[in-house]
């Protein structure tokens, strides 16, 4: 049962995020071959003034070993 969270800077449409949950799921469903009613989407906006705080050094400093993507920034 993948539930997937994808954080982001506030601003984007609501058409844009159901595009974003539409294409993660089907990128879930191709390389876990678990059906759709399987798969969860949650994205959650992030103002980019808290990102560093909220996001890049929790989920992304603190959890190095569950990063498989890295990112080719540094906010500080």
Same mark, same amino acid.
């Given at each position: #049962?993948?539930?997937? /969270?994808?954080? &982001?800077?506030?601003?984007?449409? @609501?058409?844009?995020?159901?595009? /974003?949950? *539409? *294409?993660?799921?089907?990128?879930? #469903?191709?390389?876990? $071959?678990?059906? @759709?009613?399987?798969? $969860?989407?949650? /994205? @959650?906006?992030?103002? %980019?003034?808290?990102?560093? *705080?909220?996001? =890049?050094? %929790?989920? /992304? &400093?603190?959890? %190095?070993?569950? &990063?498989?993507?890295? %990112?080719? =920034?540094?906010?500080?």
């Amino acid at each position: #049962m993948p539930h997937v /969270i994808v954080k &982001l800077y506030a601003g984007k449409s @609501e058409q844009q995020k159901a595009r /974003i949950a *539409e *294409e993660v799921t089907k990128a879930i #469903m191709a390389t876990t $071959s678990n059906a @759709e009613r399987s798969v $969860s989407v949650s /994205i @959650e906006d992030i103002h %980019p003034s808290d990102w560093a *705080e909220t996001v =890049y050094k %929790p989920d /992304i &400093l603190g959890k %190095p070993d569950t &990063l498989y993507k890295k %990112p080719g =920034y540094n906010p500080f």
